[in-house]
């Protein structure tokens, strides 16, 4: 066991690379999908239905498509890519901030479903009587319907955190496999996988990643079942 | 404090038109459910957009349609007290309580923590979330709440409906005491008759979206026709009386009333204090002689003035005594056999047993007829017209 954990210094580089592009695809994606899943569960407007597909798009689409879809848009030359390096100085390709925007598109479907449901639970009634009490709809909001969807928010924040980390096929086509810079937990089994004499390396990032996985699915029952009694304990 | 209500408001084939003013302290919207009476409080507490109409509360205008203002809830100071409560689940109830007042800017803070506590009995129950409140309980934080914000009027929706009767007498001595102590008017709705008997200084009877009567208890609860059909039953007379002796031995109380005295069964309230007594038309018998050997307590003189038709078999026959209209319900053979008419000399005979806590109360005269000889009528303090405009 003490061997089969001894990672090596290239192997503990993807590690850290993943929890780190996995944390930043989750933490970024965030903002954006508490206000689309705002807009999806509340608001009513013309081309609801095709922001809605739009969304769950990378859910659908086999991840190579979305990745390839990427490339073309934030590539170097991609329109995108072009304006935000030109501009903002932020690149994308074959960055790990590539990796990170590839995990956090494939994981925002999974993050905004969970939020928006946990927005549609909320007894609206609720909002009204803290308006007759003087609320603004921006305090309405921050003192009663976030606290009530926090436990919505933090399952869809792991739901992506955990996307993220196992996140392969876009991320490989957009920002390749390069070492230390978008070399993820997945790609570096998978490279592991091509060589021989690889598989030990494979099983060692395995179980790594296995234990990432797991203790992320406990943190986020921990916070789920904290929020949960702080909104309904008896 | 008056309030003005001129509103006009269509909801699919619903189409509400309602305008009255009132200075009332309490004024019940009454009337079966479906009549309109929860839309109209949703459209003074903000919560629905009138198609057209105006509301004026104390010389503040919430909504003028034709001048384009609609100020919205969070800035109406319209306190409002829902049917289920509506606590927030996930704050104690002392940050329920205190979530109002939060908003309102120093200056404007008209009520305090310690003063609502008291009234309502709520001060050992601060720390607790509302899931372990029971139902009377949570409706007390919930009026508590409402009245935290510094409300310039204070909206109740049937706040009563989803306790059981124990709770519910359990509650209403507190909005009886809030009526008179707190100084700022409510508007009431209830579709039970005892409730607003028993609490209202202005009644307006709602019906399919119009007003149907709007005036004091005494003069509206006396057309058993306006009443909803689940509260015929519990229809009657509405006298003001007040307490006279409290005989220990037998547990009883003593009311002075305009109709004459009436024993009823102990009150826990001073002597000296006005009461208003419901007294259920189904309660009341009548006999042409003086009775002897009857249970009942209650014996007053009068003199028949009306006999109306009510249903097939029975009769509504009103009677005058000391200038008060009671109401008594007989069956049509009773009537026939004792040659009731108008002007016949009877006596109204009542069982003291069927003055309960759901009949009783303390009056809103109390405070302003203090000192005043008992059994004086309430003072009218309110104006209303109930008006149909438009096609």
């Not at chain 1, 969970?114 to 003087?134: F, K, N, P």
């Not at chain 2, 909801?11 to 004024?27: K, V």
């Not at chain 2, 006279?244 to 109380?253: C, K, P, R, V, W």
Request: charged fraction near 20%; glycine fraction near 10%; aromatic fraction near 6%.
């Amino acid at each position: 066991m003490d061997g089969l954990l001894n990672l090596s210094p290239e192997e503990w580089t993807a590690v850290r690379l993943s929890v780190r592009v996995a944390t930043v695809a989750m933490l970024a994606s965030l903002p954006a999908g508490i206000a689309v899943a705002y807009l999806l569960a509340r608001c009513k407007f013309p081309g609801k239905a095709i922001l809605d597909g739009i969304v769950l798009l990378p859910l659908i689409l086999p991840p190579v498509v979305t990745g390839y879809l990427l490339l073309i848009t934030f590539g170097r030359r991609g329109p995108a890519g072009a304006f935000l390096a030109e501009h903002f100085g932020i690149v994308f390709s074959f960055r790990w901030t590539g990796a990170a925007l590839a995990c956090a598109v494939m994981g925002f479907p999974l993050m905004v479903r969970s939020i928006r449901l946990s927005i549609e639970a909320v007894d609206r009634r609720l909002e009204e009587a803290a308006g007759t009490l003087g609320a603004n709809p921006f305090w309405v909001f921050l003192f009663i319907t976030f606290p009530l969807i926090a436990p919505g928010i933090i399952a869809g924040m792991i739901l992506c955190f955990a996307k993220a980390m196992g996140e392969f096929g876009a991320t490989i086509t957009f920002v390749s496999n390069i070492p230390g810079e978008t070399q993820t937990l997945p790609s570096a089994i998978y490279t592991f996988t091509q060589v021989p004499g690889g598989d030990a390396g494979a099983l060692r990032l395995t179980l790594v990643s296995i234990a990432i996985s797991m203790a992320a699915l406990m943190v986020s029952e921990l916070m789920a079942r904290w929020a949960g009694q702080k909104i309904w304990s008896a | 404090m008056t309030i003005e209500i001129d509103v006009a408001h269509r909801l699919g084939a619903f189409e509400l038109r309602a305008s009255f003013t009132s200075q009332g302290r309490l004024t019940a919207f009454f009337g079966r459910s479906g009549s309109g009476k929860t839309s109209l409080v949703n459209i003074i507490g903000g919560l629905v957009r009138p198609d057209r109409g105006r509301i004026v509360v104390d010389g503040a205008t919430l909504v003028d349609t034709a001048s384009g203002v609609f100020v919205p809830a969070h800035r109406r100071r319209v306190g409002y007290v829902f049917q289920e409560g509506r606590l927030f689940p996930h704050l104690t109830v002392r940050q329920n309580l205190l979530f109002g007042r939060w908003f309102r800017p120093r200056r404007e803070r008209t009520v305090d923590l310690e003063t609502v506590l008291d009234l309502l009995g709520i001060g050992h129950l601060l720390e607790r979330r509302p899931g372990a409140l029971s139902g009377g309980e949570k409706q007390r934080v919930a009026i508590g709440r409402a009245l935290l914000a510094s409300p310039r009027l204070l909206l109740m929706d049937e706040p009563l409906a989803a306790l059981d009767e124990a709770r519910k007498d359990e509650i209403l001595p507190f909005i009886e005491r809030l009526r008179d102590e707190a100084n700022i008017p409510i508007i009431y709705v209830s579709h039970s008759l005892a409730e607003v008997s028993r609490l209202a200084t202005m009644i307006v009877v709602l019906r399919d979206g119009r007003i149907a009567a709007a005036g004091s208890p005494t003069e509206v609860l006396r057309r058993t026709d306006l009443m909803p059909r689940e509260a015929a039953d519990e229809a009657g007379t509405v006298i003001e009386a007040r307490i006279l002796e409290h005989d220990a031995q037998f547990g009883l109380t003593t009311l002075q009333s305009r109709a004459g005295p009436v024993r009823a069964p102990h009150l826990d309230l001073p002597a000296g204090t006005a009461v208003r007594v419901r007294i259920r038309a189904r309660d009341v018998m009548i006999a042409t002689v003086a009775p002897h050997g009857l249970s009942a307590l209650n014996v007053l003189p009068g003199t028949v003035t009306d006999l109306k038709p009510a249903g097939e078999a029975l009769v509504e026959v009103g009677v005058d005594c000391g200038g008060v209209r009671l109401g008594a319900r007989l069956t049509r053979k009773s009537a026939e056999t004792l040659g009731l008419e108008p002007g016949l000399p009877v006596y109204a005979i009542l069982k003291s047993v069927a003055l309960d806590p759901s009949t009783l109360g303390r009056s809103p005269a109390d405070a302003k007829l203090r000192g005043d000889d008992a059994g004086v009528p309430v003072r009218d303090e309110s104006t209303a017209a109930g008006t149909r405009k438009g096609g």
